[in-house]
Nanobody, 127 residues
């Protein structure tokens, strides 16, 4: 069973917006102070791409070049939840979006360092 659950995906036209949510699948899942929570995406036939990450302790945020200025990551510590607000969506943003947890603070964009991946949520940008 996946430790994290993503939700909020769907079909939107170019220029549209979506907000994805990432929440624990069980109440026993704990996000620790030194963890980094990240969003990645994978389009058909492509590798997993870093989208955004947020450090749990001090709320520092990082973004992939392709989404800077359009996407915003946020966290709600009381809910153990992470959100990804996506504005100005483009067809090339079409992918399955995943969230995961990384215990290594300094490798926030390295997918191989993340664990507890969710099942993903599909985002399709099409007119």
């Amino acid at each position: 069973q996946a430790q994290l659950v993503e939700s909020g995906g769907g079909v939107v036209p170019p220029g549209g917006s979506l907000t994805l949510a990432c929440t624990p699948s069980t109440p026993t899942f704990i996000i620790y102070a030194n963890d980094v929570m990240g969003w990645f995406r994978q389009a058909p036939g492509k590798g997993r791409e870093f989208v955004a990450a947020v450090t749990w302790r001090n709320n520092k945020k990082y973004y992939g070049e392709a989404v800077k200025g359009r996407f915003a990551i946020s966290r709600v510590a009381a809910e153990n939840a992470v959100y990804l607000r996506m504005d100005g969506l483009k067809p090339e943003d079409t992918a399955v979006y995943y969230c995961a947890r990384n215990s290594d603070y300094y490798t926030w964009n390295d997918a191989s360092k993340y664990k507890d991946w969710g099942q993903g949520t599909q985002v399709t940008v099409s007119s």
